[in-house]
């Protein structure tokens, strides 16, 4: 999306979109953290969802939902806005198509809170996503609509936030086994997944975020290395709805294939864990492989999401390292380019981590840590209405998207089994459990 800068006096306050939404995020963290904030998001009946027999009439009319819903409105169409000052973004028509996206947004909760699909670990990113590309193309999109979609800048403030719910502490407490296997499995997987994907001719930026995509944690994986080399949205948004597709197969078979080879719970839950991408398919998967498969599915799911800053920071590097800012005598890349292409959103991503983990109190952390975890989801969940907006089918007759979806299968493919083989040798013939 091309950005005008703002002449206004605030101008000279523009840092960037990578500074500003570090900055955005921040500022909402601190809200929730020293005010005590505790209103999470609209939902809709409850943990178990809604049914086709439920009350919808004391569903809608219960005060909590519409203060949860107007509080939410407010206080990210205030943060949006500091994010798009600081961005240098013009704010022109932003409030009727930020309103247009938000209640998009609050359809794709409600329709993801169906008790069946609940039951069937599908997430709400995937009906914002299909939403967005409903809309996106069946009508052209008029020009208020478009000023509320700001896809890079509710991205990047979702996983500044995202920083704040992955804590050190739990996966030390957890052991080192699944911290080990997810670092043992994202590199190799990445490397053979873009290895595989450069063989078959797909260029180098489609490559990396489906490598990303596949080895490290599905969606906020491409999402954060599409930031961390300005991907092509048009590719993000492809990878993302093969993700999302293919991780409903892998949670249904994996736990069923897994019980009839024989494994033990504790393999069973770190083979999901390293190999499912999305983070309600792999509790769904665990969740049918047992309590002890959920916990162990969940511990290697959040090692491999507590390597997404350092990957986001390797593959900045790797990106510019591989011709992105050398010159046509093929010089190195000075060291100063690499800070220029570094995506700053990750520092922010990082350092609310360590905030959480290691400055903040347990019970604050706790329980700041559940607003600001469903407030990433709900950025994000922008961000894909915003996305599929975006996406036109009709664009995807000029990419070569065969060749990408064969490299996904195949590189998924290899995924399962180097996976099982790791989770194995870690949890039954070292670990022994």
């Known amino acids: 999306m091309n950005r005008q800068k703002n002449p206004s006096a605030f101008s000279r306050f523009i840092v960037g979109q990578d500074w500003a939404s570090v900055v955005a995020g921040f500022v909402l963290i601190l ?3 020293l005010t005590g ?20 009439s004391g569903m809608f009319g219960a005060s909590s939902l519409w203060t949860s819903a107007l509080y939410t409105f407010i206080i990210f169409g205030l943060v949006a806005v500091v994010g798009m000052v600081l961005s240098g973004d013009s704010l022109k028509k932003y ?32 009906f914002s996503l299909l939403l967005g590309l409903l809309i996106g193309n069946l009508f052209r999109l008029p020009a208020w609509l478009r000023s509320g979609v700001q896809t890079e800048l509710y991205v990047k403030i979702g996983l500044v936030l995202l920083g704040a719910t992955i804590l050190f502490m739990d996966i030390l407490s957890a052991g080192g086994y699944g911290l080990l296997q997810a670092i043992i499995v994202v590199t190799v997987v990445w490397y053979f997944a873009f290895w595989l994907s450069r063989k078959m001719k797909i260029d180098d930026e489609f490559s990396t975020m489906l490598a990303s995509a596949v080895s490290i944690c599905g969606v906020s994986a491409a999402i954060a290395t599409a930031g ?5 949205k048009k590719k993000l948004s492809f990878i993302i709805s093969l993700v999302l597709i293919i991780a409903i197969p892998m949670m249904i078979f994996l736990p069923i294939i897994a019980k009839w080879m024989g494994l033990s719970d504790v393999v069973t839950g770190a083979w999901l864990g390293g190999t499912i991408d999305t983070t309600g398919a792999v509790v769904a998967a665990g969740t049918i492989a047992g309590e002890t ?11 491999q999401n507590v390597l997404l800053g350092l990957a986001a ?13 050398a010159n046509e005598k093929g010089q190195h890349v000075p060291v100063r380019i690499i800070w220029d292409r570094f995506p700053k959103f990750v520092l922010g991503f990082i350092l609310a981590s360590l905030v959480f983990s290691f400055v903040l109190s347990q019970e604050t952390a706790e329980a700041s840590g559940k607003v600001i975890k469903s407030f990433s989801t709900f950025w994000f969940n922008l961000a894909f209405i915003s996305i599929g907006l975006e996406t036109r089918f009709a ?37 022994g459990k």
């Open 228 to 232: 961390a080399i300005n991907g092509d």
């Open 31 to 33: 809200f929730v953290v």
């Open 293 to 303: 498969g959920l916990q162990y599915a969940t511990i290697v799911k959040f090692s």
């Open 95 to 126: 409030f009727v198509g930020f309103l247009s996206i938000f209640m998009l947004a609050i359809l794709a909760q409600f329709i993801s809170s169906y008790a069946g699909f609940k039951n069937l670990g599908l997430e709400t990113v995937l």
């Open 37 to 56: 904030y505790a209103i999470g998001t609209p939902s809709f009946g409850g943990k178990a969802g809604w049914s086709g027999d439920h009350d919808f």
């Open 313 to 325: 920071f390797a593959i900045s590097i790797f990106w510019a390292y591989r011709g992105r800012g």
């Open 395 to 431: 664009d995807f007759k000029h990419m070569e998207s065969k060749k990408p979806f064969y490299s996904f299968l195949i590189a998924q493919t290899f995924n399962i089994f180097f996976t099982l083989g790791v989770s194995y040798l870690l949890f039954q013939l070292i670990g």
